[in-house]
């Protein structure tokens, strides 16, 4: 496998780890006591969003589903055969 697809792919496993960590940890300020909701905000707004800490995660998540990935390339454990349910298609008179 290129460098280039190794670095697009965990790209991408990047950007999806980052939107399943992100509502995790966070509270808005129905659950935070004390907290008043400025003029203008969302009352749905979170109270306590922490990028840095999102990105973390998000970081140690792509790691470990990317290394899963690239087992799986290496070592071919679920290929592309296993994955189809429907069996070989059916073949006509044509021989396709």
């Not at 965990?10 to 960590?21: C, H, R, T």
């Not at 935070?32 to 905000?41: L, S, T």
């Given at each position: 496998m290129r460098w280039?697809?190794?670095?697009?792919?965990?790209?991408?496993?990047?950007?999806?780890?980052?939107?399943?960590?992100?509502?995790f940890g966070l509270r808005t300020p129905d659950?935070?006591?004390?907290?008043?909701?400025?003029?203008?905000?969302?009352d749905s707004a979170p109270v306590n969003f922490r990028p840095g800490l999102i990105a973390r995660r998000a970081t140690v998540l792509a790691l470990v589903l990317f290394g899963l990935y690239y087992a799986n390339y290496a070592y071919q454990w679920i290929t592309v055969e296993d994955l189809n349910v429907f069996g070989k298609p059916p073949v006509d008179d044509l021989g396709y």
């Open positions: 280039t697809s190794i670095v697009a792919i965990y790209a991408l496993f990047w950007v999806l780890s980052a939107f399943l960590v992100m509502p659950q935070v006591e004390g907290h008043q909701v400025g003029k203008g905000h969302a």
